[in-house]
């Protein structure tokens, strides 16, 4: 972004402080809120209790972990580095499939979650961004209130990232523009999914509904907590190799179930790359997918991180730079 964007970010961030929804539209939108938050949660308990009892069969667990996947690539490599940085380009096909399939993960429409993710990173931990935990600066337990609010409170505070501001390059593709008014669609298709597909394995009710159970609303729900951990830990936690103007760490232990997004710190160092592991030996599925997409010639244009690049901004290399909010 450019100075002037900068400054347009600025102006917005101050306005969306001031002007809020309706009363009657904030009460709508939170109680959409809850019920895609709390819901899937509320299954994972019921299902944690089924498994003590009764445990899970191999084809509930491979339809659960097989959808995990296909939406858990959708976020990271459609939502993410595809349309929010723009780290490679897709043919329409591909641009298509992984629009629906990170929809499917049920984290909102996809104009919607780039353009909050796009103004994350320009606030990164400072005034704007909507979820930091840096940005609870007082009262008791403010670290503890902080991490809560970048893992799931943000979601019910009503902060607006406009997407004329953030996202006017999604707003003119037609496709994009589908996708995310269709959100409804693929919020229920997610769900319809699992509970078709155990109906036709296995002839009953009750095998449909534990497919729904277990690859619908618990996989669901795994997915929103492992990448809202991303914004809690992956800026209270983690390992800061590079140089960057927040608190964003690489966090190894999250980085298969995340796609690669766990290593935070290399991407808000480089945001443009399409490999967040840019080390060696750091585990990153997203890239490896898209290198199969590249060698399928679906994918082109993919920008990797170099030894020169990567030293510009070493820790190991230069002093760190200080983070904000420390002292």
Known sequence: M????????????????????????????????????IVPLAILAVAIWLFWHNGIGWFDLGLGAGLYVITGIGISLGFHRLFTHRSFRARRVLRIALGVAGSMAVQGSLISWVSHHRRHHVYADGAGDPHSPWTVEQGAFRRL????????????????????????????????????????????????????????????????????????????????????????????????????????????WLSVVSFGDSWHNSHHAFPALARHGCDRGQLDPSAAVLRMFEGLGWASHIKRPSKSLLAQRSTRVHAPSKPPGLS
């Open 2 to 37: 450019t100075k002037g964007d900068l400054l347009d970010a600025d102006a917005e961030a101050r306005q969306s402080e001031r002007s809020m929804p309706p009363a009657s539209e904030r009460w709508w939108n939170q109680l959409i809120t809850a019920v895609t938050v």
């Open 145 to 252: 209130r902080g991490l809560f609010h970048a893992h799931v409170g943000w979601l019910f505070s009503g902060v607006q990232s406009s997407p004329i501001r953030w996202s006017k390059d999604l707003l003119r593709d037609r496709d994009v523009v589908v996708i995310s008014n269709l959100t409804p669609l693929w919020m229920t298709l997610t769900l319809a999914l699992p509970f078709a597909v155990g109906w036709a394995i296995t002839g009953s009710l009750a095998g449909a509904a534990l497919a729904l159970v277990w690859a619908g609303l618990v996989r669901i729900a795994l997915l929103h907590h492992v990448t809202w951990s991303v914004n809690s830990l992956g800026h209270m936690f983690g390992k800061h190799p590079y140089q960057s103007d927040d608190r964003s760490g690489n966090i190894a």
